[in-house]
């Protein structure tokens, strides 16, 4: 399984940015995705999913109402569509997969992962 996450860069603070997630090898239409961030000096957490059928989103309440997590079965990807960025959006950001459906938040309920891509947004 390989996912190739894109789209990270710098950003001013109130700018967008969004980052794809290109899936192979995984049965990705049946699985869930999900997109975890690393800021500097911080834990891992959790930012958003997307579970497989229905395509139930869930976010965390830091991100929610500016970010927007979807995907294309057809393509093999997930999207974060970040909005209103701020200085502390500033991370690693890494794509995630498990097969079947998963509506928890923890790292460990997901079994493969992306290298990353980095965001930074300034003031």
């Known amino acids: 399984v390989q996912l190739i996450e894109s789209g990270g860069g710098p950003v001013q603070t109130g700018g967008s940015l969004s980052l794809s997630c290109a899936a192979s090898?995984?049965?990705?239409?049946?699985?869930?995705m999900g997109w975890f961030r690393q800021g500097p000096g911080k834990e891992q957490e959790f930012v958003a999913s997307i579970r497989w059928t229905p395509s139930t989103t869930y976010y965390a309440d830091s991100v929610k109402g500016r970010f927007t997590i979807s995907r294309d079965n057809a393509r093999n990807t997930v999207y974060l569509q970040m909005n209103s960025l701020k200085p502390e959006d500033t991370a690693d950001y890494y794509c995630?997969?498990?097969?079947?459906?998963?509506?928890?938040?923890?790292?460990?309920?997901?079994?493969?992962w992306g290298q990353g891509t980095h965001v930074t947004v300034s003031s």
């Open positions: 995630a997969a498990v097969r079947g459906s998963y509506t928890g938040t923890s790292p460990n309920g997901y079994n493969y």
């Open positions: 090898g995984l049965a990705f239409s049946s699985s869930t």
